[in-house]
C-alpha cells in the first residue's frame, strides 16, 4: 500500500488518487454519490478500514467538493465505520 505524506500526515495515496480522478476532468468538480460509494468500496478493500484510510477519508471530506446528496452519504457512511 502506497501512501503519501502531507503537512507531515500521512494518508493513502489510492484513495487520495481516487478522490483526484474523480474531480478532474470536464463538468468534474464535486464528488458525486456514486464516486462516494467507490470511495468507501476502496476504504473496505481489506479486512476492514485502517487508522490511515479514516484520516484520508477524512481529509478527503474535509478538502474535496461534494454534491449535496453526496456529502450526506459520505457522512452517514463515516459516522458506520
Known sequence: MAYIIIDGEQYEKELLDLAKHHTTGAGESKLSKDEVADLFKSAKDGR???DTE??????IRKNFAFTEAAAQDFDDNYAKL
Open 48 to 50: 476492514g478500514v485502517t
Open 54 to 59: 479514516k484520516k484520508t477519508l477524512a481529509y
